[in-house]
T-cell receptor
């Protein structure tokens, strides 16, 4: 079956670093996406990982370990505008399967 | 370039009715996917269309159907509405189908079934 797990909620302080984990068990694996979704808005693309390792893109980085079925999204120098839901999605033998998302609250 | 547009943005229907939602992809995008988003289940894939052909279908009952027109615009239809169909329906477009393609989401249609 398809299973993607993410923490439901996280809270972090402005200026800090936060790591949002995602573990998955899916039929086949081609790649893993991270999307950001602000409340009441559409999801927007953050990153796509195919190979093991860390991909850095400004304040955001995404890590993948295919052998462990594990990924994380790292957000540095947190800003209030980073308060949003972060969705992990796996591309495998079936169409894109999304986790339920992690709601991140950034506090002053 | 204009983004993905969805109409209507909000809709209230009663049980047993049917509903049609519309999605206009980004110009030049030929792939359109539909998702249902609820607090309990998160984002769930409904179907994907590419060049007017359904390429993939999620695990939803036959009451959920869709189509794509020659201009890549897409519609989805839900017949015999149930209370559990209340959700945000998101459409996403991409320039091509296949792996590793970023999807651009529209703002969604909020459907409430009473």
């Amino acid at each position: 079956g398809q299973n993607i797990d993410q923490p439901t909620e996280m809270t972090a302080t402005e200026g800090a670093i936060v790591q949002i984990n995602c573990t998955y068990q899916t039929s086949g694996f081609n790649g893993l996406f991270w999307y950001q979704q602000h409340a009441g808005e559409a999801p927007t693309f953050l990153s796509y990982n195919v190979l093991d390792g860390l991909e850095e893109k400004g304040r955001f980085s995404s890590f993948l370990s295919r052998s462990k079925g594990y990924s994380y999204l790292l957000l540095k120098e947190l800003q209030m505008k980073d308060s949003a839901s972060y969705l992990c999605a796996v591309e495998g033998n079936t169409p894109l399967v999304f986790g339920k998302g992690t709601r991140l609250s950034v506090i002053a | 370039k204009a983004g993905v547009t969805q109409t209507p943005r909000y809709l209230i229907k009663t049980r047993g009715q049917q509903v049609t939602l519309s999605c206009s992809p980004i110009s030049g995008h030929r792939s359109v996917s539909w998702y249902q988003q609820t607090p309990g289940q998160g984002l769930q894939f409904l179907f994907e269309y590419f060049s007017e052909t359904q390429r993939n279908k999620g695990n939803f009952p036959g009451r959920f159907s869709g189509r794509q027109f020659s201009n890549s615009r897409s519609e989805m239809n839900v017949s015999t509405l149930e209370l559990g169909d209340s959700a945000l329906y998101l459409c996403a477009s991409s320039p091509r189908t296949g792996g590793g393609v970023e999807q651009y989401f529209g703002p969604g249609t909020r459907l409430t079934v009473t």
